[in-house]
């Protein structure tokens, strides 16, 4: 508990706080911002040629958040990614490591309290973007419920949790920060083209939350696919930290 | 073409106004930092959204 705190009180320090909710405010609500002015962004660059007819595309609010997301999967993820890479390498790097676990404090204990510190900011990040972009929808292209930003706001939560999960693990596994990050972009990548590889028979890989999140808000239901991926994603993410707990015990 | 509502546009700018000064803050009272500090405060000011962000997450030294 006190590592927590210590914890809290380190990312407060070093102003993680301050700047990843607000990166995450401002890539969430990016989207919807300029797909609203897309027409005034046209003309005020020239407009288009003489005689074309260019039909804007009417976005659904279930679209447009989805934007969103898009935008917090590329973007988002690489900005989490360089916000993690340090937590433990840059530690150890520099030697504190070594100065907590002096004390008697157990190797599982350090590593769960920072990820738990790392996902409490990820999360509120999240909320507080996707409720900005939410705001916006709400008032320049339609009705979004509340309720639908929550079950966004925890299955899009799910694969964020799985993405610092990753990243806290290579950071048990190696010393440098930025080899961590790298390596867990990788990870990301590959996985990705191993979704798109074999979708037909990984149905319930975690790559796959975004797209039967917006399959929710279309049909307005919670289909299966959506709940066992949901469950793959937070097993996984948990033998992750499992894992890293027990290369951490191992390495040092 | 209807006017500009600027009142949507100001979150996102006051957004990048408190991720400058909260740079800048940090900048000021850190002593150390990667690189030379001048060139950070270049980087802050004048790379909009982005250079504050580098700052935060290459420019402050791991203690």
Same mark, same amino acid.
């Given at each position: ?19 990843v ?21 046209i ?28 935008? $917090? ?35 599982? @204990? ?5 990820w738990?510190?790392?996902?409490? $900011? ?15 929808? @709400? $008032?320049?292209?339609g ?58 028979? $990984?149905?319930?890989?975690? @790559? @796959?939350?975004?797209?039967y ?36 015990r191992?390495?040092? | ?6 009142? *949507? ?7 990048q106004?408190? *991720? ?6 940090? *900048? ?8 030379p500090?001048? *060139? ?24």
């Amino acid at each position: 508990m006190t590592l927590f705190k210590k914890e809290l009180l380190e990312n407060w320090r070093n102003k993680k706080w301050i700047w990843v909710p607000l990166v995450i405010i401002l890539l969430s609500i990016m989207d919807p911002i300029t797909s609203y002015y897309l027409p005034q962004i046209i003309d005020s660059v020239g407009g288009l040629p003489e005689g074309s007819t260019l039909e804007m595309p009417e976005f659904a609010p279930p679209e447009v958040i989805m934007m969103s997301l898009s935008q $917090l999967s590329s973007l988002g993820v690489l900005v989490l990614v360089l916000m993690s890479m340090g937590t433990i390498a840059g530690e150890r790097k520099s030697g504190v490591t070594e100065l907590i676990l002096v004390k008697p404090v157990a190797y599982r @204990n350090y590593i769960t309290a920072k990820w738990v510190s790392l996902l409490m $900011l990820v999360w509120i990040s999240l909320f507080l973007g996707l409720l900005t972009s939410w705001y916006y929808i @709400n $008032l320049l292209f339609g009705d979004l419920s509340f309720v639908e930003l929550l079950q966004i706001t925890f299955f899009y939560g799910l694969w964020l949790t799985l993405v610092v999960s990753l990243s806290i693990f290579y950071n048990a596994l190696i010393k440098t920060p930025g080899l961590v990050a790298f390596l867990t972009i990788l990870t990301i990548m590959v996985m990705s083209l191993i979704n798109q590889v074999f979708n037909h028979v $990984l149905e319930w890989f975690p @790559n @796959n939350l975004s797209s039967y999140i917006l399959d929710m808000l279309m049909t307005d239901q919670l289909s299966t696919d959506l709940i066992a991926t949901a469950c793959v994603t937070m097993i996984l993410s948990i033998a992750l930290v499992v894992a890293s707990i027990y290369t951490f015990r191992v390495k040092d | 073409m209807e006017a500009f509502n600027w009142g *949507l546009i100001a979150p996102i700018l006051v957004i990048q106004g408190i *991720l400058i000064i909260v740079a800048m803050i940090d *900048l000021i009272r850190t002593d150390y930092t990667n690189g030379p500090k001048w *060139l950070w405060v270049l980087i802050i000011i004048f790379v909009s959204t982005l250079g504050p962000i580098l700052y935060f997450v290459l420019g402050r030294r791991q203690r």
